[in-house]
């Protein structure tokens, strides 16, 4: 049936060419115009040789399924897209991930350098303390001398 069916639409087709052609339709000029009177008629001339109701359901259902086929091969794009879109959001997170992964060991280290300075600034104090009391003691030791010797002279 659906043989039949496309060898008519070619015919149709054909006719229709020739027809244009003969009005002054230049072919190539007006593909688009040709193609919408071909839309327009289509279903005028074909109705003229269907002659079952099955033949008619079998071209709406060919229509459905090409308006189907349509809408999933849109589908289709539209779900490409969402993959990359996801593909490329999923790379973003990784580096966002190894971002946060080199902060947190920045911070890590940060922190072990504050500890190592506070380690260094206690030594310092403890030697300042030292020091204080070494020079204490020097000056002491110093005065008592100085005295001493006044008090031998």
């Known amino acids: 049936m659906t043989a039949s069916v496309r060898d008519r639409t070619g015919l149709f ?3 229709v060419r020739e027809v244009a052609l003969r009005k002054g339709f230049d072919q190539l000029n007006n593909v688009r ?3 919408g009177f071909i839309a327009q008629n289509k279903r005028n001339y074909l109705d003229c040789f269907r002659s079952t109701e ?3 359901d079998d071209i709406e259902h060919q229509a459905e399924l090409s308006s189907l086929a349509d809408s999933v ?3 289709e794009s539209k779900l490409l897209e969402v993959s ?3 593909h490329l959001f999923s790379t973003h997170v990784l580096q966002q991930a190894q971002q946060i992964e080199r902060l947190y060991k920045d911070a890590v280290e940060a922190t072990h350098n504050v500890d190592m300075g506070n380690k260094e600034i206690v030594k310092t ?3 300042n303390s030292t020091s204080r009391v070494f020079l204490l003691l ?3 030791v110093l005065i008592f001398t100085i005295l001493f010797l006044d ?3």
């Open 54 to 56: 099955a033949e008619r």
């Open 125 to 127: 104090i403890s030697r």
């Open 73 to 75: 091969k849109e589908t």
């Open 151 to 153: 008090w031998y002279k």
């Open 33 to 35: 115009m040709l193609e």
């Open 84 to 86: 990359a879109l996801g």
């Open 138 to 140: 020097f000056f002491m």
């Open 13 to 15: 087709r054909q006719i």
